[in-house]
């Protein structure tokens, strides 16, 4: 376990001085490059590429949190159980269309830039968010919600303080997922001119310069290794909460 913290932390420490001093890495990445061509790309701040990658990832998250539990809640009550199909079809377009087809169809609606980027990332995030609080709610014990409604705990009620703290481990997951997986695709989005690390990647790509390559790369699959393990730890707390309820 210390063993793992001491990594992670220094997994950190290296992410942030790469980022706010990446010429002192020059000599890391120099012997990747080829005619004289820049070892670390200077076109834009990496520290501000990466800032804006998170910052789009995370309001695409957080749109496609708020749509698919409010979704997941829904269909889960006797009132909505009639629109489960509906709202698994609606959930799936994320995965059916994949985020550069997305981004294609959504260019010419909102403009090149953030917006189709948003988009895409928010409609591939839905299904697993979506899933994991069905999963989540159909879990609770029967037996947990009829000692609700024996205590005279209305719907709403047994809803926020019975039903969600248990099935948020498993909502937890799927937000999990939907975030890593983000984080990834969400490079895709500088094809339309959305600020990102995905820019570094495509002026390697476009430049034959495989230091680019990496440094966004490694900028990218570090972020969501920290991000993970962040949003685990969160999970593992809401999971001995829910022990201690239990």
């Known amino acids: 376990m210390r063993v793992a913290t001491a990594l992670r932390l220094a997994l950190v420490a290296l992410l942030a001085a790469f980022l706010a001093a990446p010429d002192w890495f020059e000599p890391v990445f120099a012997p990747l490059t080829e005619n004289g061509a820049p070892a670390i790309y200077r076109q834009a701040s990496l520290l ?72 895409a990332l928010f409609l591939y995030g839905l299904l697993p968010i979506f899933e994991n609080t069905l999963a989540g709610l159909r879990q609770v014990p029967a037996a947990v919600l009829d000692s609700a409604r024996g205590m005279g705990l209305t719907g709403r009620q047994r809803l926020v303080e019975v039903e969600l703290p248990l099935a948020l481990p498993v909502i937890l997951a799927g937000v999990r997922y939907s975030v890593v997986v983000s984080i990834g695709t969400a490079t895709i989005g500088s094809t339309v001119a959305a600020r990102g690390l995905g820019e570094v990647i495509i002026a ?9 390559v990496l440094q966004g790369g490694l900028v990218v699959g570090v972020t969501a290794v920290l991000i993970h393990d962040g949003l685990l730890a969160a999970e593992r707390r809401a999971m001995a ?4 309820k239990a």
Do not use: E, K
Not at 241 to 244: G, K, M, T, V
């Open 204 to 212: 390697g790509l476009t430049s034959g310069n495989t230091a680019f």
């Open 48 to 119: 501000q590429l990466t800032i804006a990658h998170l910052g789009t990832v995370a309001v695409a998250s957080l749109a496609a949190t708020v749509v698919a539990v409010g979704l997941g809640i829904f269909v889960s009550r006797p009132a909505g159980a009639d629109f489960l199909p509906l709202s698994r079809a609606i959930v799936n377009v994320g995965q059916t269309f994949p985020p550069v087809a997305v981004l294609a169809l959504a260019v010419p609606a909102v403009g090149f830039g953030t917006a189709p980027t948003l988009i």
């Open 241 to 244: 909460a829910r022990a201690s």
